[in-house]
């Protein structure tokens, strides 16, 4: 475990010491890292994380900060509202 996990105003490794070779983020807690071993780390909260894995590229990021385009995808939930049993 890394020294500065869980310690109040230090940031945490989600690298896991590879260096990195590109970052985009859009949100605080929606982005994607590319690492020089080519390992990519996405995080994109209140999304699937299916949806995540295998939709979602650094293109994606880059295209939303440097083009302003909105990036949709089709998600499939099986969800009961209102159920009374």
């Not at 699937?48 to 499939?76: G, P, W």
Request: proline content about 0%.
């Amino acid at each position: 475990m890394g020294a500065n996990n869980k310690v109040l105003g230090m940031f945490k490794d989600d690298s896991a010491g590879q260096q990195t070779k590109e970052y985009a983020a859009t949100q605080a807690k929606r982005y994607d890292i590319l690492t020089d071993n080519g390992r990519e780390i996405k995080k994109c909260k209140g999304i699937k994380k299916a949806v995540v894995e295998n939709s979602l590229t650094i293109d994606d990021y880059k295209n939303c900060i440097f083009n302003h385009q909105s990036q949709m995808r089709q998600i499939n939930i099986i969800r009961s509202r209102d159920h009374y049993v």
